[in-house]
């Protein structure tokens, strides 16, 4: 009811509810007690399989205030995963939304161990503001902020930035029940994402934005895709052990690796990878394509070179745009094992739990007789036309010297 005159006579509540749902999700047993000394402002607590903690509030304050101070909270799986999109409610006015202060010790989320959450949130005109967002657990540290608009000239939307610095990935990702994906490692991933509608009204398939993940001195384990995770899908590890037999040793027991990074945009659900490799002493693989986060499918083409010695020692040199004039002796030197790589592709097409890895076959592979690198540099001294070789080599695009460029990985042709 919009009358809440009858609080000014209340002066305590107490609920009890088995399974309650809220926001489409079931919280199981729940209880919440609160008291009040003039109807005005409460402080109590909640308790339940779920959720417990103590809670103030102000629900009939010009802009109503709740502060939450939990020991923990369990938000479960989504029910309906994948499911139609459900219509935006545009009546839903930010004013209208309360201050929120939130502490949670320990948080999970659809199984997962989050960490310690800490928000901040408040109405201000026509937004919603999130000032502060600090997600804290083990080595992992996440900060964002953001807000939500619903006006005339743009509509209800979601807009939100955010900054994940990771020192020590293992510890962590356990708790977070992402084992199995990844071993060691340190990095960041950073980016923005909105979506249409109010913040709960999230969903996959109104998800656009940009992000950038980059890990290194990590080690993949052996790993399988399926079970429907997208770490798992997008582990190097096991998108490799799909492919042929000829790469069977290298990834026969994880895979101890020097870079990797995922970059790319995010459209109506799904992610477009503009940039995404792994740089090992063992293997070279390039990734290019989309996944669909909603409807869970992939589309992907994978580029190995199982080589080891000069195709990876010169793409780690160029890969470092300290390497300066080093490029082109390093060239020359490693211009056998460039002629000689093998490079083998394949696509990866169909659901996260079974897609088939298909080796795609190059249109005009030729055979290319080797030519001694100190004989190759000889020559290219006497006559520099023979320094212009027709057989295809592997070249490196936009090597610079700016920091921006250090974790980038040389663009293969």
């Known amino acids: 009811s919009d009358n809440s005159d009858f609080l000014d006579a209340m002066r305590s509540i107490n609920i009890v509810a088995k399974n309650p749902t809220f926001l489409g999700r079931e919280f199981g047993l729940f209880q919440l007690d609160v008291v009040s000394v003039d109807g005005l402002q409460w402080i109590g607590t909640l308790d339940g399989d779920n959720i417990s903690g103590t809670l103030q509030m102000q629900p009939r304050a010009d802009v109503s205030d709740f502060s ?59 937004k919603w503001s999130i000032d502060r967002f600090e997600l804290k657990h083990y080595g992992i540290f996440t900060t964002a902020s953001g807000n939500w608009v619903n006006n005339s000239s743009d509509g209800s939307i979601s807009k939100f930035s955010f900054n994940t610095v990771i020192d020590e990935a293992e510890g962590a990702f356990d708790e977070m029940d992402f084992d199995g994906i990844i ?18 009204e999230f969903d996959y398939g109104r998800l656009n934005g940009e992000f950038d993940a980059f890990i290194k001195d990590g080690e993949l384990v052996k790993v399988e895709p399926g079970g429907g995770k997208l770490l798992g899908l997008l582990n190097f590890n096991a998108i490799a052990r799909r492919l042929v037999f000829d790469f069977r040793d290298v990834f026969a027991s994880g895979l101890k690796f020097d870079r990797m ?28 394509g989309k996944v669909d986060l909603n409807k869970e499918l992939v589309d992907l083409e994978v580029h190995v070179s199982p080589e080891l010695g000069g195709n990876l020692a010169l793409l780690s040199a160029l890969a470092n745009p300290a390497a300066g004039a080093f490029i082109f002796i390093t060239q020359r030197i490693f211009k056998d094992e460039m002629r000689n790589s093998s490079f083998k592709s394949y696509r990866a097409l169909g659901t996260w739990e079974d897609f088939e890895m298909v080796e795609i076959k190059a249109s005009d592979s030729r055979d290319v007789e080797p030519i001694s690198a100190l004989e190759s540099i000889s020559n290219d001294a006497q006559n520099p036309q023979l320094g212009a070789d027709p057989v295809p080599e592997v070249s490196v695009e936009q090597v610079s010297n700016s920091d921006a460029d250090a974790d980038r990985a040389p663009s293969i042709n």
């Open 68 to 126: 939450f101070e939990l020991s923990h909270l369990t938000i479960s799986e989504d029910p309906n995963p994948g499911a139609a999109l459900e219509s935006i409610d545009y009546s839903l006015q930010p004013s209208e939304f309360p201050s929120l202060l939130l502490e949670i010790d320990d948080f999970r989320l659809a199984g997962k161990n989050l960490g310690a959450l800490s928000l901040s949130a408040k109405p201000d005109g026509d």
């Open 183 to 200: 071993k060691k490692g340190e990095g960041t991933v950073k980016g923005k994402i909105s979506w249409i509608g109010a913040p709960h």
């Open 261 to 288: 990074r995922y970059s790319g945009s995010l459209a109506d659900g799904e992610a477009i990878l503009s940039e995404a490799f792994l740089l090992s002493p063992a293997v070279f693989l390039r990734m290019e």
